[in-house]
């Protein structure tokens, strides 16, 4: 589960107990002076175990050891609370910081869903017992904010931080140019797409992923260490990909509302996922509830655009057609 990728640059491979994903890729970069530990797992203690023995094969000191981590879904995050020493530093952007800090749990979340036909009883229930929250970090430590264009010097690295809001709002890889490599975290994942879902009616999720999708196509890259899944190389190849998986999402849920005003649930219901169910109504909850967002993300994205609009009936949000 240890393999070097570049000199003194580790992918760690930490397994996330009870996720379709399977494990998530961590990175070490071993320097002179101080470490660097690049997202960590679960707050688990398979990921714990797996995390400590890499380090301890690799004869990594916490106490000289920083840690970054790209986002705040408790795969990335959740681990990070149980191994930063008191020496160590932990770098975090600032848009997820304040979201963690006033985090009211699932309820304002369950609540939007319901608003969007979610029925709220059993989504409750699901979230609860989802790896994410069952797993996420104890307690809140002390975290190191990090900007878009600062950097990060270790030893022959010189990594620049480039925020890519989307996954998360605050959402940061680290760029570096001498050897063209980007650590993605989920911003580019190579046989799944990340999801972008939209819990808001604030927000705008699917636009800022495509901006952050357009600014990275800018980089010059050789290698790409994503979050999951496996390294690749090609990222200008695989961002139109994934720009192109999101319009034909777009021009999907434009078809499912010419049969009239719908919920962003009822959309999500009559759109093609891959999962392997034969019905929407075998879907789990979770994953109706994963669906959902990224279904109010392409209808949030298509207001903005001004190809449909959203209406109420009642406490509840339709989506519609606009009419020319």
Not at 32 to 37: F, K, P, S
Not at 162 to 183: A, F, N, S, W
Not at 274 to 282: H, K, T
Request: aromatic residues 10%; hydrophobic residues 35%; negative net charge.
């Amino acid at each position: 589960m240890l393999k070097e990728i570049f000199p003194n640059l580790f992918q760690v491979k930490i397994p996330l107990p009870e996720s379709p994903l399977r494990y998530l890729n961590s990175y070490v970069i071993k320097g002179g002076d101080r470490n660097l530990v690049i997202d960590t797992g679960f707050n688990h203690p398979k990921c714990l175990k797996a995390m400590q023995a890499s380090l301890e094969e690799l004869h990594v000191d916490l106490n000289h050891t920083d840690f970054f981590i790209t986002h705040l879904h408790a795969d990335h995050f959740g681990l990070v609370g149980r191994l930063v020493a008191e020496t160590g530093i932990i770098y975090f952007n600032r848009p997820d910081k304040e979201l963690l800090q006033s985090w009211e749990g699932f309820e304002p979340m369950i609540e939007y869903a319901g608003k969007n036909g979610f029925p709220g009883n059993e989504l409750r229930t699901a979230l609860h017992q989802h790896p994410g929250f069952k797993n996420g970090s104890d307690w809140t430590p002390e975290l190191s904010i990090i900007n878009d264009g600062d950097m990060f010097n270790i030893d022959d690295y010189h990594f620049a931080c480039v925020q890519t809001p989307g996954h998360t709002m605050g959402h940061i890889c680290l760029y570096e140019p001498d050897r063209k490599i980007l650590i993605a975290g989920d911003h580019l994942l190579i046989d799944i797409t990340p999801y972008i879902q939209c819990w808001s009616d604030d927000e705008n999720p699917l636009k800022n992923y495509l901006s952050s999708l357009d600014k990275v196509y800018e980089l010059e890259v050789k290698t790409v260490l994503p979050g999951h899944r496996r390294i690749f190389s090609d990222h200008r190849q695989r961002i139109d990909e994934l720009k192109q998986h999101h319009a034909i999402r777009a021009e999907e849920s434009l078809d499912i509302l010419k049969e009239g005003p719908l919920t962003a649930f009822e959309v999500a219901s009559r759109m093609t996922w891959g999962i392997r169910c034969n019905s929407w109504e075998e879907f789990p909850v979770a994953q109706r509830w994963f669906a959902t967002g990224e279904a109010i993300s392409h209808l949030r994205f298509l207001v903005e655009e001004g190809k449909i609009c959203r209406l109420k009936n009642g406490n509840i949000t339709v989506y519609a057609l606009i009419k020319h």
